[in-house]
């Protein structure tokens, strides 16, 4: 059974930066697309950046361009989400998840879309 575990999380000054890391067990990290969602108190999950099996092609929600970066090293199991000139709305737990689909190269932004997920690390951005 695929794991997935977030880290990098924390409390950081609006401008700041932080680096989200999600790990992933098994074998078939590779052959996956991966997403990064979020989930802000008292609001639905959305989606904020994807990538897929390859890290060929990148897709990210409107609110986070040229602020966050997706990333991803199959030879480490691993999927980043570097995020620089933070907002105070970008506080929120981030979740990682893998596709449903194998070998997606175009990964979708609905959470039905991710079958495995993470149990998510917390983001506080203050003004």
């Known amino acids: 059974q695929v794991q997935l575990v977030e880290s990098g999380g924390g409390l950081v000054q609006a401008g700041g930066s932080l680096r989200l890391s999600c790990a992933a067990s098994?074998?078939?990290?590779?052959?996956?697309?991966m997403g990064w969602f979020r989930q802000a108190p008292g609001k639905e999950r959305e989606f904020v950046a994807a990538?897929?099996?390859?890290?060929?092609?990148?897709y990210y929600t409107d609110s986070v361009k040229g602020r966050f970066t997706i990333s991803r090293d199959n030879a480490k199991n691993t999927v980043y989400l570097q995020m620089n000139s933070l907002k105070p709305e970008d506080t929120a737990v981030y979740y990682c998840?893998?596709?449903?689909?194998?070998?997606?190269?175009?990964?979708?932004?609905?959470?039905?879309?991710?079958?495995?997920w993470g149990q998510g690390t917390q983001v506080t951005v203050s003004s």
């Open positions: 998840a893998r596709s449903a689909r194998i070998w997606e190269t175009a990964p979708g932004r609905n959470s039905y879309e991710y079958d495995i």
């Open positions: 098994g074998r078939t990290f590779s052959r996956y697309a």
């Open positions: 990538i897929s099996w390859a890290g060929r092609s990148t």
